[in-house]
């Protein structure tokens, strides 16, 4: 079955910079991967998500790339502010096939943003 | 446009008694997905389900757990007997219906924060 890695679990970032959170699949037949942010006491928050017949998607200060050869899909947060902190959730499914809609979840990444 | 909605967000329960927790899809949605959450760790599937159908169950524990999503209602996670071990956050999300078996993302409600004393 499918398998989710996540790195880091934990970062500190400057109000201002960058945050980049990379995430490693196992199943090559995966074709969906949603991001979610988790705040405390809250469920997850649908952020972004790619499909595998793009190779990167923008909205805003967020951003997915993915590149389907490594297996491998990065979120970037430009511009980081207060409210990014949060715990960020990579996952992957084989959308579309009936029976395999299940998300696998990565780890998870604690995301601090300093002011 | 109301979102996924759990009942109740939080339940306490004394070992060997029975938790009951609902879920109300987004309208429109017709699959219903349920995860647990461990303090501290990621989300674990648990099973999926259509009106009046189990889809995949493969992340349930083989006893003492159950799933449903009749024609009218909310959909319903049981867990029978509870043990300390059952404490965690349960999330439920929905998807719309899509060509075979769902293409949406998927929207997760807030949670029923399950203790068991």
């Known amino acids: 079955g499918e398998n989710v890695e996540q790195h880091p679990s934990t970062l500190s970032v400057q109000e201002g910079d960058s945050a980049v959170i990379k995430c490693t699949y196992s199943?090559?037949?995966?074709?969906?991967f949603p991001w979610y942010k988790q705040e405390l006491g809250k469920g997850p928050q649908l952020i972004i998500d790619i499909r595998s017949n793009v190779g990167e998607k923008k909205d805003q200060r967020i951003a997915v790339t993915l590149n389907k050869t490594a297996k491998h899909f990065s979120l970037h947060i430009t511009e980081t502010q207060p409210e990014d902190s949060a715990v960020y959730f990579c996952a992957a499914t084989r959308s579309g096939v009936q029976g395999a809609q299940k998300l696998v979840f990565g780890q998870g990444t604690r995301l601090t943003i300093n002011p | 446009n109301a979102g996924v909605m759990q009942n109740p967000r939080h339940l306490v329960r004394r070992r060997g008694q029975e938790a009951r927790l609902r879920c109300s899809p987004m309208?429109?949605?017709?699959?219903v997905y349920w995860y647990r959450q461990l303090p501290e760790e990621g989300l674990k599937f648990m099973v999926y389900l259509q009106k009046e159908n189990i889809i995949d169950e493969s992340g349930m524990p083989k006893e003492r757990f159950s799933a449903e999503f009749p024609k009218e209602g909310p959909s319903i996670l049981r867990i029978q007997q509870v043990v300390r071990g059952d404490s965690a956050a349960y999330f439920c999300?929905?998807?719309?219906?899509?060509?075979?078996?769902?293409?949406?993302?998927?929207?997760f409600g807030p949670g029923t924060r399950l203790t068991v004393l």
């Open positions: 309208k429109g949605h017709s699959h």
């Open positions: 999300a929905s998807s719309p219906p899509g060509l075979a078996g769902g293409l949406g993302a998927q929207y």
């Open positions: 199943d090559s037949a995966s074709n969906y």
